[in-house]
């Protein structure tokens, strides 16, 4: 039985480069021993980060203004990590629309003045406070969005536009290079990889070397300091080697399926598919603004906990593994990203028609 992996993080990566690297697993190159056994700083490994960093550039269109960089401590590092080379007692301005972005204003607070210029929580997140109601801060550090929300289902359908002297920081978590946008509206991105990157154990930042420079260098450990990661190609100390080269892998794959604009029409494909069956059941509910919905993350509801809970383990037996919401909202999300393929997201559809028929 095919089974299609709908789980939110660590989720599926493409089949293609998970064969390559059970290839590649025990003898890397010919060489007798795996990648995750060899040197970081041996012949071999070098170009695999090189190379990481290299598509990512080329994926995302990053100029030589920006550095590429690859940290441990996930995205939930970055909430801090970030405050803390870049807020120094200033004020920064966050956009509250879900969980994650909620924790990471909080880690911020540690470091500085956290103006939070809008919130949807009143709403359990259900949408996205438009950026043109926003009262920012002119004089800000920086600007904080969650350009997807994993949890609630939301995403920024058009990305703000920063303010002119205020750099945009955005967790990309769950969206990167799942669509395309302008890198240039951003001072700094992360991302943790077990999304749409790669496994867990690394988390993508992506930030513009004169903010790096911003860093007081008396108060932040050398660890926590983008220039440490700069000046030392991420090989500072060991970085998660197999991490690194699963997300140059996958990488790969999506430079040789056409890059970012091919893999955003295939997400869009996804998407409109699923809502568009969530949309014309009288079933199934998504609780999302319908302006705001996520093309990464599709939550939605049956009539009632119990069926929710049937609907999760039915589909499982079905091969439609890992349906089950965030522990904290409930109710059944699936997760679509880039390496979930159009015939999953139709199998998906085609059990919840059969689920509803049955229990409606
Ligand atoms: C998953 C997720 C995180 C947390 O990532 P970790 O790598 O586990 O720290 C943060 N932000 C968003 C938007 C996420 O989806």
Redesign the pocket.
């Known amino acids: 039985m095919a089974v299609y992996n709908f789980a939110?993080?660590p989720a599926m990566l493409p089949k293609d480069v998970m064969k390559k690297a059970q290839a590649e697993f025990v003898d890397y190159k010919g060489c007798g021993s795996g990648i995750m056994e060899l040197s970081h700083r041996g012949k071999l490994f070098q170009p695999v980060i090189d190379r990481a960093e290299a598509n990512v550039r080329e994926l995302l269109n990053i100029s030589d203004d920006y550095a590429v960089l690859f940290v441990q401590?996930?995205?939930?590092?970055?909430?801090s990590m970030l405050a803390m080379n870049l807020l120094n007692g200033g004020t920064a301005d966050y956009a509250d629309t879900?969980v994650?972005?909620a924790?990471?204003a909080k880690e911020a607070q540690m470091f500085g003045n956290v103006n939070l210029i809008s919130s949807s929580k009143a709403t359990k997140y259900d949408h996205i406070p438009s950026p043109a109601d926003w009262k920012r801060t002119a004089d800000a550090a920086y600007l904080h969005i969650?350009?997807?929300?994993?949890?609630a289902g939301s995403q920024y359908i058009t990305l703000p536009k920063p303010t002119a002297g205020v750099p945009m920081i955005a967790?990309?978590?769950?969206d990167i290079m799942s669509r395309v946008f302008d890198i240039n509206d951003f001072g700094m991105i992360y991302?943790?990889?077990?999304?749409n990157l790669g496994p867990?154990g690394v988390?993508l930042v992506v930030i513009r070397k004169d903010l790096a420079a911003r860093t007081d260098n008396a108060k932040v450990p050398t660890m926590l300091r983008y220039s440490t990661y700069i000046d030392n190609g991420s090989m500072f100390n060991t970085p998660p080697t197999f991490a690194v080269y699963m997300l140059a892998l996958v990488t790969d794959w999506l430079k040789e399926n056409g890059g970012v604009a091919a893999i955003e029409k295939i997400n869009n494909a996804k998407a409109a598919y699923l809502y568009d069956f969530l949309d014309n059941s009288a079933f199934f509910k998504t609780p999302v603004a319908k302006a705001d919905r996520s093309r990464m993350n599709v939550v939605f509801r049956t009539p009632s906990e119990e069926l929710d809970a049937a609907f999760v383990a039915e589909a499982r037996a079905n091969g439609l593994t890992d349906l089950k919401g965030h522990r904290l909202v409930g109710g059944c999300r699936a997760s679509i990203y880039n390496a979930m393929p159009m015939e999953g997201v139709k199998a998906l559809v085609e059990f919840m028609k059969k689920f509803e028929q049955a229990n409606k």
């Open positions: 939110a993080g401590g996930g995205a939930s590092l970055q909430f879900g994650w972005s924790k990471a969650t350009s997807n929300n994993t949890v967790d990309m978590s769950s991302a943790g990889a077990q999304k867990s988390a």
